[in-house]
């Protein structure tokens, strides 16, 4: 972990995890941001974009498709940046 880092937890957080190591995380001066994703406040004003046209390009927005067994292949592929990684969409 590097000196003044930001630790991100965005969507939904299900459940307890081991317990993060605080002393260690206050002196490398990591923050901690975390919340729900507030999807209501911006429904209205997304809904009229996504129709059958995909005007913001959004179906072709994941660079790669992969199924979910392959995901530490994926998030090691994300991590590097290798294969033009940006978007990977894991299916069932």
């Known amino acids: ?18 317990p993060l190591p605080m002393l260690t995380m206050f002196d490398k001066q990591i923050q901690i941001r975390m919340g729900q994703a507030n999807v209501r406040r911006w429904v209205d004003d997304i809904l009229p974009y996504l129709t059958e ?3 913001l390009g959004v179906d072709d927005f994941a660079t790669h498709r992969i199924p979910l067994a392959d995901a530490p292949k994926a998030y090691e592929m994300f991590q ?13």
Not at 8 to 13: A, D, E, F, W
Not at 80 to 92: E, F, N, S, Y
């Open 80 to 92: 590097q940046k290798r294969d033009g990684a940006v978007k990977i969409l894991m299916t069932p």
């Open 1 to 18: 972990m590097r000196r003044g880092g930001t630790l991100s937890l965005t969507g939904v957080y299900g459940g307890m995890a081991d």
């Open 53 to 55: 046209e995909d005007p």
